[in-house]
């Protein structure tokens, strides 16, 4: 890009807004679901007011199945239970979990359900609720990429040996707050389709409509993020940040975090996902830091689930590792985790992939770090990850044949054309 459209480039993406960091915060790093179930059935247990959460899947097997013994408990004590799960993601087990629910006080809604097929056909079907949250009384909180169901069981595979990787936090603390607002608005969003009716009904009624209108657009509302709170301002530990990534007025705030914390990279950028298709801005970020001397070091999945997400991140290896972007695959279990850490002290865990459908379509949710204690414990987790995983040699991704070309170009084209159907506009 050159001239005007470099500039226009330049201020859309400043126009992104940054996040907002708050200090007095409490983090503790859980490791797949066997660590963050049973902390999150602990917080439960112990609601004495309500319970949110929200979730890609939703799965029938033992996992699911405590879990739905626990809100139903927590339901049947008082506590206001608000659960939403995604209409693609927890498809196979909506029925199961509508007759779990019944009668139990616990209301259930659904992003996005695709129980017909003309649902297909609706605006915004390929924008999926991809978040992973929960949070109990408002203290406490729960975000990463962590499904309700085994780590020891994959939908595509089923059952396996080992455990996936994958990634959660607790939280306590003034983040929490945007993390409630944040569950609110998402179970809101999905359950007006069941009980606008209601709710216009009662905005009628009421002595004071003004005032009930504007509670229902706070309970719709995403939280807000500060544009002009720096990075690394002097707050008490531990400062943190919980970023969104939604189609209205943060679409790109996920992606910005990420690329600004490469940009400014002086040591080391350790990034994992499992699927990995950047657009240029990002990319670009990684080849830059590299080419100044960070060591750039990517892990990506070895053990592939999806074969046209493996192919896509495939076709950049030869570009990125021309330019000394240093990339393993993991192999002993199906990787999930989206952590990263920059310069042992910028450090996020999440649900967002490097890829288009979390970077311009779905609706994610990351938790930002700047503690050097909590970037120390993740890179450890890292560490680990890496010394059971394969490098990935140049020798072996040329790229520069007919078969490297082709097959970077169906990539691009595929991603193009499916960026367009679902709507999303804008260079990626």
């Known amino acids: 890009m050159t001239g005007a459209a470099e500039q226009t480039h330049w201020l859309s993406w400043h126009a992104v807004p940054r996040p907002s960091f708050s200090g007095g915060n409490e983090l503790q790093l859980l490791r797949g679901g066997d660590q963050l179930f049973p902390a999150q059935a602990e917080a439960i247990a112990k609601a004495h007011h309500e319970v949110w959460l929200a979730t890609y899947i939703f799965h029938d097997d033992e996992a699911g199945q405590a879990l739905v013994a626990q809100l139903c408990a927590a339901a049947a004590r008082g506590v206001r239970v608000r659960l939403v799960v995604d209409g693609f993601g927890s498809k196979a087990s909506l029925d199961w979990l509508c007759r779990q629910f019944a009668g139990t006080g616990v209301a259930m809604a659904v992003f996005r359900p695709i ?8 605006p915004g079907q390929l924008r999926r609720l991809h978040q992973k949250l929960c949070v109990v009384d408002g203290e406490r909180a729960f975000v990463g990429g962590i499904n309700i169901i085994g780590d020891r069981m994959d939908l595509n595979h089923g059952a396996t040996d080992t455990p996936r990787l994958d990634y959660a936090v607790g939280l306590r603390g003034p ?56 990075f690394g301002q002097d707050l008490a530990p531990v400062h ?13 705030t996920i992606e910005r975090a990420y690329v600004e914390a490469i940009r400014h990279a002086r040591h080391s950028v350790d990034l994992i996902t499992p699927y990995f298709y950047p657009g240029h801005a990002f990319r670009r970020a990684l080849r830059s830091a590299a080419q100044r001397g960070v060591r750039v070091r990517l892990l990506l999945q070895g053990k592939v689930d999806y074969r046209i997400a493996a192919m896509a991140a495939r076709a950049l290896y030869a570009e990125l590792l021309a330019q000394g972007v240093l990339i393993w695959e993991y192999t002993p279990a199906y990787l999930h985790a989206k952590i990263a ?38 890179a450890a987790e890292f560490e680990a990850a890496l010394a059971v995983s394969s490098a ?12 490297g070309v082709l097959s970077r170009a169906l990539v691009a084209w595929l991603a193009h054309v499916y960026l367009r159907v679902a709507g999303a506009t804008g260079r990626y």
């Not at 129980?115 to 609706?122: C, T």
């Not at 809101?188 to 069941?194: I, N, Q, Y």
């Not at 490097?354 to 503690?371: F, G, K, R, T, Y």
């Open 240 to 252: 943190a940040a919980f970023v969104l990534r939604d189609n209205l007025r943060q679409r790109r």
């Open 392 to 403: 990935v040699e140049s020798r072996h991704w040329g790229g520069s044949g007919l078969r």
């Open 115 to 122: 129980d017909r097929w003309w649902r297909w056909l609706q």
């Open 341 to 378: 850490v920059v310069d042992g002290q910028w450090a996020t865990v999440g649900s967002s992939n490097i890829d288009p459908l979390s970077l311009l379509l779905n609706l994610e949710a990351n938790v930002i770090v700047s503690d050097a204690g909590f970037a120390s414990e993740l």
């Open 175 to 230: 983040i929490v707050a945007p993390i409630a607002q944040a569950a609110r608005a998402v179970w809101t969003r999905a359950w007006l389709g069941r009980d606008f009716g209601e709710e216009l009904l009662a905005l009628v009624r009421s002595p004071e409509p003004v005032a009930r209108l504007r509670r229902l657009a706070q309970r719709l509302r995403m939280p807000r993020l500060n544009r002009r709170e720096p």
